[in-house]
């Protein structure tokens, strides 16, 4: 089992950048399959990103392709999301998850807001 806790959410004006990064417990970190996922008010949660167990391959949601990037350290038990030219459609709650497969994610952490204004 692992535990995700994500920072570096906050309010900042369009074409900005925020980092958030996702801490995990446990030592089978890189065994897993991370992911970034996000939920606006009175919508659905919806992918972002995610990252393969070796960090080689990556996936993205078509709106933020060229402008986020996934990565993580697996020495450090750690997947960041770098967002830049952000907008204000991408304010949300971010979450940080885990899982077997790109299609699978058992672990989830409590969520990060964050806001973009115009």
């Known amino acids: 089992q692992v535990q995700l806790v994500e920072s570096g959410g906050g309010l900042v004006q369009a074409g900005g950048s925020l980092r958030l990064s996702c801490a995990a417990s446990?030592?089978?970190?890189?065994?897993?399959?991370m992911g970034w996922f996000r939920q606006a008010p009175g919508k659905e949660r919806e992918f972002v990103a995610a990252?393969?167990?070796?960090?080689?391959?990556?996936q993205y949601k078509d709106s933020v392709k060229g402008r986020f990037t996934i990565s993580r350290d697996n020495a450090k038990n750690t997947v960041l999301l770098q967002m830049n030219s952000l907008k204000p459609e991408d304010t949300a709650v971010y979450y940080c998850?885990?899982?077997?497969?790109?299609?699978?994610?058992?672990?989830w952490g409590q969520g990060t807001q964050v806001t973009v204004s115009s």
């Open positions: 998850a885990g899982g077997l497969a790109f299609s699978r994610y058992d672990y």
């Open positions: 446990g030592r089978t970190f890189s065994t897993y399959v």
């Open positions: 990252v393969s167990r070796s960090g080689s391959t990556t």
